[in-house]
């Protein structure tokens, strides 16, 4: 039950936006649960559940672009959401935090996923004018960040997705 709760506060977001001029929300995650601490670790079975459970959550949030790293998990994250839109993500480098900054700010119009690592989802939100966040330790987090009417500042909303455990 508390999925559709989040699930419909997820939609309700996501509407609420369109009336406004900068009226795109841009979903952050970090990757799911990862097999080990190797630099291109992939997904656990635990962790390939979580990416099915945040297709099922956005699948109806009108996504129009996923961003993804060059690293694997964070691909295998997006995968199920990717195939149920029919999207082909858009790689970015891990560290080019103002590259995507940059493309987010382009069109502030859409709705996108970016799904990042543990330590550059604060980074991003504060280049997007979220403000200072700290380090992102779990996988359960779903940061949801609303352009204000200038589309360089915003607000957050974080939400937990997916018991998965």
């Known amino acids: 039950m508390k999925w559709l709760a989040r699930t419909v506060v997820v939609i309700a977001l996501a ?8 009226s795109g929300l841009v979903f952050l995650v970090r990757h799911a ?9 992939l997904l656990t079975e ?7 459970c945040l297709a099922h959550l956005l699948a109806e949030a009108e996504i129009r672009k996923i961003f993804v790293t060059t690293i ?28 995507l900054v940059a493309q987010l700010q382009a069109d502030t119009n859409d709705n996108v996923l970016v799904v990042a690592h543990s330590e550059t989802l604060p980074k991003i939100l ?11 330790e779990e996988f ?5 960040f609303h352009y204000d009417e200038g589309g360089k500042l915003g607000t957050v909303t974080t939400l937990r997705y997916c018991n998965c455990k």
């Open 126 to 136: 504060k280049a997007l004018g979220a403000g200072k966040m700290p380090k992102i």
């Open 33 to 41: 649960e990862k097999d080990s601490d190797g630099k291109n670790a």
């Open 72 to 99: 694997t998990r964070t691909q295998q994250t997006a995968d199920p959401l990717t195939q149920i839109l029919g999207l082909t993500p858009i790689v970015m480098e891990q560290k080019d935090i103002q590259g």
């Open 46 to 52: 635990q962790g390939h559940e979580r990416a099915q």
């Open 140 to 144: 359960d987090r779903l940061f949801v």
């Open 15 to 22: 509407a609420s936006s369109l009336a406004q001029t900068h």
